[in-house]
């Protein structure tokens, strides 16, 4: 980790630690209160917009675990946050599986199924790999939709409320807590996994898999390590989205959703763990600008009534591509500068 | 090192404090917290999760219909005096963002009634309007919604089934051959599909015809090779298409391609776009396509869709009327007939409550009691009522038909041989 000039790390627990200053220790309380406290003060929309901020972080940091720090390429990261969505809404529809242990089945299956999907990964890489991914999203999502016996098939199933100890997280104010808590905890352990043996092994990979094997890296295991951890992610993302959504279609989880996870995590800043949450809140907020812009531009001028229909695109694409011109690595990078500038200042070069 | 453990330790502390002590706040006063009612407003308030933009931004019409008919409203005195406050977003069709703005306006105001748009969004907001007593007056087109009723779901006009068999009704009437005639239905593969294909075999006896095809075929569809060739080695006589005027307009090409020209071409409201003769180069011709209003340009001697015409033009959606294009005025009726829906409900609670005292319940209960609500500017549909057993405002369609390369109006409104259970 970079510091501010005159903090020299003086054991391994300095070294280690995330969070190293006081000043980021400063900041990280500030930015808890305001998230814990979010609900209190955002509007019930804006609680609402957030608790799809935090399930899509969960998913889009899988996808950064994957493409991102392993450099595999995946076009059907959305394909396996159905698999998690469905697994939940199963287990606790038919099954009556409490959430909780819901949950990480999701996970899991998810992951296991990715790694199911990661295999052809030892063999093809790059575009070819973006093809067979690109078929997980269509064969598993047609399974979903033609197995009507288990997912109810294309007219989907609805999916029971979150309880806990008798407590029922059936407003958005408390299910806002369960997602933060949870994308809080994926984060912290996508961190983790980062800088870790195995991350430090998908950066290898992804950097010169060659390389990375002459000095004894084992692709074949990273690379489905990193299938596992990437759909993992997904499915506890999908597990999350379904109680939420509380009802469940094939057609929620479409090619592009995966698309766009692969832009939260482009804009945001590949092989960061600041990327995915960078990304995701700045299309988030983004949307949101446009989709306000439309509503009161066509209450207010009736005249534009017609050229609104077009215009939340061509903001938001325009936006996107101003976007890549100008900070190609994403926002997570624009931030290291910033930072960097201000640690330097009043000498930066 | 015991100052470093100290200041851990007592750091370690404070953010386990902060993050556990809202979320008990949280559970315990949860219902409190989101239930906090605004302050009494004369205006009775309403919700919708709109669409003007995104990949279904071509049903933005929808939304202008169902806005201009609530202004319209207004202007007429509202519902005895009380005015109506329309809450609305553009949600795109998306699922996430419909609840979101449900999540909002439910929470803000003392909504009675909220739409959605798209069968996700409306199959999502169905559970939430339920668990918390708001009447989601749904963009009729989804059965499962309706069928069977639902105590807080009121559809605004015809779904896919009533229409499909409305027009099935009409083929059978026109079907002189003198044997069973041979239905081969072509469907996407998502619940916009399927949802005809249940009721048109139901019916088949009763109508008197026989699904003997039954073939996939996508919206986006580039090529309808594989079911114009089925439909040719079944020999069928009547093909239903559930899809767009794009995907007909492939299949009837490719029919003509393999030399199979059946007898009759059956497409739903979506079909009658003016383009979809010049998209099917000249193989559309004598397509049928159902729609459940009157429009224009085709029904301009109806007093009512005058009256539409003359206010689109006059509040927002000038284009729509100036391309005299009678897609655009179907789904800007469509948009009309959820206006039709409320203000049948509130005039109907406010006589049994009282303007001032319309709740969400009142309301649903008032629906219920609906019957044959008409106004001098609804005529655009027939008559709408509702009972315990049918949350469907009416069950009638009319046909239009490609003659010469245009859409030309074949029948009035009639009664499609759909039946409730009761």
């Given at each position: 980790?970079?510091?501010?000039?005159?903090?020299?790390?003086?054991?391994?627990?300095?070294?280690?630690?995330?969070?190293?200053?006081?000043?980021?220790?400063?900041?990280?309380?500030?930015?808890?209160?305001?998230?814990?406290?979010?609900?209190?003060?955002?509007?019930?929309?804006?609680?609402?917009?957030?608790?799809?901020?935090?399930?899509?972080?969960?998913?889009?940091?899988?996808?950064?675990?994957?493409?991102?720090?392993?450099?595999?390429?995946?076009?059907?990261?959305?394909?396996?946050?159905?698999?998690?969505?469905?697994?939940?809404?199963?287990?606790?529809?038919?099954?009556?599986?409490?959430?909780?242990?819901?949950?990480?089945?999701?996970?899991?299956?998810?992951?296991?199924?990715?790694?199911?999907?990661?295999?052809?990964?030892?063999?093809?890489?790059?575009?070819?790999?973006?093809?067979?991914?690109?078929?997980?999203?269509?064969?598993?999502?047609?399974?979903?939709?033609?197995?009507?016996?288990?997912?109810?098939?294309?007219?989907?199933?609805?999916?029971?409320?979150?309880?806990?100890?008798?407590?029922?997280?059936?407003?958005?104010?408390?299910?806002?807590?369960?997602?933060?808590?949870?994308?809080?905890?994926?984060?912290?352990?996508?961190?983790?996994?980062?800088?870790?043996?195995?991350?430090?092994?998908?950066?290898?990979?992804?950097?010169?898999?060659?390389?990375?094997?002459?000095?004894?890296?084992?692709?074949?295991?990273?690379?489905?390590?990193?299938?596992?951890?990437?759909?993992?992610?997904?499915?506890?993302?999908?597990?999350?989205?379904?109680?939420?959504?509380?009802?469940?279609?094939?057609?929620?989880?479409?090619?592009?959703?995966?698309?766009?996870?692969?832009?939260?995590?482009?804009?945001?800043?590949?092989?960061?763990?600041?990327?995915?949450?960078?990304?995701?809140?700045?299309?988030?907020?983004?949307?949101?600008?446009?989709?306000?812009?439309?509503?009161?531009?066509?209450?207010?001028?009736?005249?534009?009534?017609?050229?609104?229909?077009?215009?939340?695109?061509?903001?938001?694409?325009?936006?996107?591509?101003?976007?890549?011109?100008?900070?190609?690595?994403?926002?997570?990078?624009?931030?290291?500068?910033?930072?960097?500038?201000?640690?330097?200042?009043?000498?930066?070069? | 090192?015991?100052?470093?453990?100290?200041?851990?330790?007592?750091?370690?502390?404070?953010?386990?404090?902060?993050?556990?002590?809202?979320?008990?706040?949280?559970?315990?006063?949860?219902?409190?917290?989101?239930?906090?009612?605004?302050e009494e407003l004369p205006d009775i308030h309403?919700?919708?999760?709109?669409?003007?933009?995104?990949?279904?931004?071509?049903?933005?019409?929808?939304?202008?219909?169902?806005?201009?008919?609530?202004?319209?409203?207004?202007?007429?005195?509202g519902i005895d005096g009380a005015q109506i406050e329309?809450?609305?977003?553009?949600?795109?069709?998306?699922?996430?963002?419909?609840?979101?703005?449900?999540?909002?306006?439910?929470?803000?105001?003392d909504?009675?009634?909220?739409?959605?748009?798209?069968?996700?969004?409306?199959?999502?907001?169905?559970?939430?309007?339920?668990?918390?007593?708001?009447?989601?007056?749904?963009?009729?087109?989804?059965?499962?919604?309706?069928?069977?009723?639902?105590?807080?779901?009121?559809?605004?006009?015809?779904?896919?089934?009533?229409?499909?068999?409305?027009?099935?009704?009409?083929?059978?009437?026109?079907?002189?051959?003198?044997?069973?005639?041979?239905?081969?239905?072509?469907?996407?593969?998502?619940?916009?599909?399927?949802?005809?294909?249940?009721?048109?075999?139901?019916?088949?006896?009763?109508?008197?015809?026989?699904?003997?095809?039954?073939?996939?075929?996508?919206?986006?569809?580039?090529?309808?090779?594989?079911?114009?060739?089925?439909?040719?080695?079944?020999?069928?006589?009547?093909?239903?298409?559930?899809?767009?005027?794009?995907?007909?307009?492939?299949?009837?090409?490719?029919?003509?391609?393999?030399?199979?020209?059946?007898?009759?071409?059956?497409?739903?409201?979506?079909?009658?776009?003016?383009?979809?003769?010049?998209?099917?180069?000249?193989?559309?011709?004598?397509?049928?396509?159902?729609?459940?209003?009157?429009?224009?340009?085709?029904?301009?001697?109806?007093?009512?869709?005058?009256?539409?015409?003359?206010?689109?033009?006059?509040?927002?959606?000038?284009?729509?009327?100036?391309?005299?294009?009678?897609?655009?005025?179907?789904?800007?009726?469509?948009?009309?007939?959820?206006?039709?829906?409320?203000?049948?409900?509130?005039?109907?609670?406010?006589?049994?409550?009282g303007a001032a005292n319309i709740?969400?319940?009142?309301?649903?209960?008032?629906?219920?009691?609906?019957?044959?609500?008409?106004?001098?500017?609804?005529?655009?549909?027939?008559?709408?009522?509702?009972?315990?057993?049918?949350?469907?405002?009416?069950?009638?369609?009319?046909?239009?038909?490609?003659?010469?390369?245009?859409?030309?109006?074949?029948?009035?409104?009639?009664?499609?041989?759909?039946?409730?259970?009761?």
């Open positions: 980790m970079r510091l501010p000039c005159g903090i020299i790390n003086k054991s391994y627990s300095q070294d280690t630690a995330i969070v190293r200053t006081n000043l980021q220790w400063l900041l990280l309380v500030l930015a808890l209160i305001t998230l814990f406290t979010f609900p209190y003060w955002a509007s019930p929309h804006w609680i609402s917009v957030m608790i799809g901020v935090w399930i899509s972080i969960i998913g889009v940091m899988g996808l950064t675990l994957l493409t991102g720090y392993a450099g595999q390429l995946s076009l059907g990261h959305m394909a396996f946050v159905a698999i998690g969505a469905y697994t939940v809404a199963i287990l606790m529809s038919d099954l009556n599986w409490p959430f909780w242990a819901a949950l990480p089945c999701a996970g899991m299956i998810s992951g296991c199924i990715g790694v199911i999907f990661g295999l052809p990964s030892l063999r093809i890489k790059g575009f070819y790999l973006v093809i067979a991914t690109l078929a997980a999203q269509f064969i598993i999502v047609h399974i979903i939709s033609r197995w009507d016996s288990l997912t109810g098939g294309v007219f989907g199933l609805s999916v029971p409320k979150v309880t806990l100890g008798g407590f029922e997280f059936k407003s958005d104010f408390s299910y806002y807590f369960l997602a933060m808590i949870f994308a809080l905890i994926a984060i912290l352990i996508a961190k983790n996994l980062s800088r870790s043996r195995i991350g430090r092994s998908w950066i290898a990979i992804r950097d010169n898999d060659i390389a990375a094997e002459i000095m004894g890296v084992d692709p074949f295991k990273y690379k489905l390590l990193a299938f596992f951890f990437g759909c993992f992610f997904a499915g506890i993302a999908g597990g999350l989205w379904a109680p939420y959504l509380r009802y469940l279609t094939p057609e929620q989880f479409t090619l592009m959703g995966s698309v766009w996870y692969l832009g939260y995590m482009v804009i945001g800043g590949m092989g960061s763990i600041m990327g995915p949450i960078a990304g995701v809140i700045f299309i988030t907020i983004l949307d949101e600008f446009t989709a306000e812009m439309v509503t009161d531009l066509a209450t207010g001028s009736p005249v534009f009534a017609g050229f609104v229909q077009a215009s939340r695109y061509i903001v938001f694409g325009l936006a996107i591509i101003l976007f890549l011109i100008f900070e190609p690595r994403g926002i997570a990078h624009r931030w290291e500068r910033i930072k960097n500038s201000y640690r330097l200042w009043p000498f930066s070069y | 090192m015991g100052r470093t453990l100290v200041k851990t330790l007592s750091i370690s502390i404070l953010v386990i404090i902060l993050m556990t002590l809202p979320l008990l706040i949280a559970c315990s006063d949860d219902d409190e917290k989101t239930e906090n009612a605004p309403v919700g919708m999760s709109a669409l003007v933009t995104g990949p279904y931004g071509a049903y933005a019409p929808i939304t202008w219909g169902y806005l201009d008919y609530m202004k319209d409203l207004n202007e007429r005195g329309v809450h609305w977003k553009d949600c795109q069709y998306d699922v996430a963002q419909s609840i979101a703005a449900y999540a909002d306006y439910s929470k803000s105001y909504l009675v009634a909220f739409t959605g748009m798209g069968t996700g969004a409306n199959l999502a907001l169905a559970e939430r309007c339920a668990e918390d007593g708001i009447v989601l007056a749904a963009i009729g087109g989804e059965p499962e919604l309706i069928w069977p009723a639902q105590e807080w779901v009121f559809a605004s006009s015809p779904n896919h089934a009533i229409g499909a068999l409305g027009a099935m009704q009409y083929a059978m009437e026109q079907w002189d051959e003198g044997r069973v005639a041979r239905v081969g239905i072509a469907y996407p593969n998502n619940p916009f599909g399927q949802s005809i294909i249940g009721p048109i075999e139901e019916y088949a006896s009763e109508l008197g015809y026989e699904v003997v095809e039954k073939q996939e075929f996508e919206l986006t569809a580039l090529d309808a090779v594989s079911q114009s060739l089925a439909f040719r080695d079944d020999e069928v006589d009547i093909v239903y298409v559930q899809g767009t005027a794009k995907s007909v307009a492939v299949l009837c090409k490719d029919m003509d391609r393999q030399g199979f020209i059946p007898k009759m071409v059956i497409g739903p409201l979506h079909v009658i776009h003016p383009a979809f003769p010049e998209l099917a180069a000249g193989t559309g011709e004598g397509v049928i396509g159902w729609n459940p209003f009157y429009l224009w340009p085709q029904d301009m001697d109806n007093e009512s869709v005058q009256y539409w015409r003359d206010k689109a033009l006059e509040y927002s959606s000038g284009d729509i009327v100036s391309e005299e294009d009678p897609y655009m005025s179907m789904l800007y009726m469509w948009g009309l007939s959820v206006g039709v829906l409320l203000e049948a409900g509130l005039r109907e609670a406010a006589a049994e409550v709740t969400a319940e009142a309301l649903r209960n008032a629906l219920e009691n609906v019957t044959n609500f008409k106004t001098g500017n609804s005529g655009f549909q027939p008559g709408i009522g509702f009972s315990p057993s049918n949350h469907e405002a009416y069950s009638a369609t009319s046909l239009m038909q490609v003659q010469d390369g245009v859409w030309v109006r074949i029948n009035n409104m009639f009664e499609s041989p759909w039946k409730f259970a009761e």
